[in-house]
């Protein structure tokens, strides 16, 4: 008879394998929602030892995780939030700065128990981990950022100008009504261009997202994530102004087809120790588009 430990890492295995397929995680992370901030936070969790916490961005929710968490499982308590107003997370009418979400992290971790955490982010989680790294630094022994920028940190306004970024400035009274009833129609938008290769971004995929960000509020959450980014360029500007720098380790990760080396420019403008790493053949969608090395890199990343 197999132990009950070899038992849940080969059911982590099969539901990494599984996971283009059925976007579900394996049955060992316990589902909850937890109150913090002022809203509730949806959040999976399993496994035992060091703590890392894995950051979502737009156009996903945390299920975009399911394999490097299932991995990391076997060593590390995983915690895998949904973002305010994202996903399965409550629809509050405010608090999208990321000021404020770095401090839904915060309540999130002492939910769990953890004090300290390696976290990983991509994408709008960026900007999140950021301000958390920022305003807790006692609190992040390992940051991963991957592929995109952070407002008000190195080439912002130089980012700003780029024309595939144009729904950073999506905005206005229609906005939500023009999308409602057509979010797969939104979302593919995103999910092609930014590809290296949209078929890798999976039907199965592009179903799921698309059905939780037709949920009641989830798309007027996911505009004002967007619509807060003049702030969150203050908050952070003015930490840097303070002279504040990020002291722990950062890996700074560009899809080869996207970002590429600008992560790390971007990050050495906050940061002191800085590894600059890309991923081969992937656009924006590293965990779609190329997975296996994704997971790879950043977990011998963390176990350095």
Request: charged share 20%.
């Amino acid at each position: 008879m197999r132990s009950p430990l070899v038992a849940l890492f080969a059911g982590i295995a099969i539901a990494a394998s599984a996971h283009a397929e059925t976007l579900d995680f394996p049955a060992a992370f316990v589902a909850r929602d937890v109150a913090t901030n002022g809203t509730t936070i949806h959040v999976r969790s399993a496994g035992t030892g060091p703590a890392v916490v894995l950051l979502h961005g737009y156009g996903e929710t945390g299920d975009m995780w399911i394999q490097l968490a299932a991995v990391l499982a076997k060593d590390h308590q995983v915690i895998v939030p949904d973002l305010r107003g994202l996903g399965l997370s409550a629809k509050p009418a405010g608090g999208f700065d990321k000021k404020t979400q770095a401090a839904d992290v915060a309540g999130v971790l002492d939910a769990l128990g953890a004090t300290k955490a390696d976290v990983v982010a991509h994408d709008i989680g960026n900007m999140v981990a950021f301000q958390f790294a920022a305003r807790y630094p006692q609190r992040v022994r390992r940051l991963v950022l991957i592929d995109a920028p952070v407002p008000g940190v190195g080439p912002w306004e130089e980012v700003l100008k780029n024309p595939l970024l144009w729904h950073f400035r999506f905005g206005g009274p229609d906005m939500e009504r023009l999308v409602a009833g057509r979010e797969r129609i939104y979302l593919d938008r995103f999910w092609n261009e930014f590809s290296a290769s949209p078929e890798h971004f999976s039907e199965a995929a592009r179903v799921h997202y698309a059905k939780l960000y037709a949920m009641p509020g989830a798309m007027h959450s996911g505009f004002a994530q967007f619509a807060a980014f003049d702030q969150d360029a203050i908050d952070n500007r003015a930490f840097l102004a303070q002279g504040g720098r990020l002291k722990m380790p950062v890996l700074a990760v560009g899809g080869a087809k996207s970002f590429g080396p600008m992560m790390a420019l971007v990050m050495r403008a906050a940061a002191d120790d800085v590894t600059e790493a890309q991923v081969p053949g992937s656009g924006h969608w590293i965990m779609e588009e190329n997975p296996t090395f994704s997971t790879t890199l950043v977990t011998d990343f963390l176990a350095r």
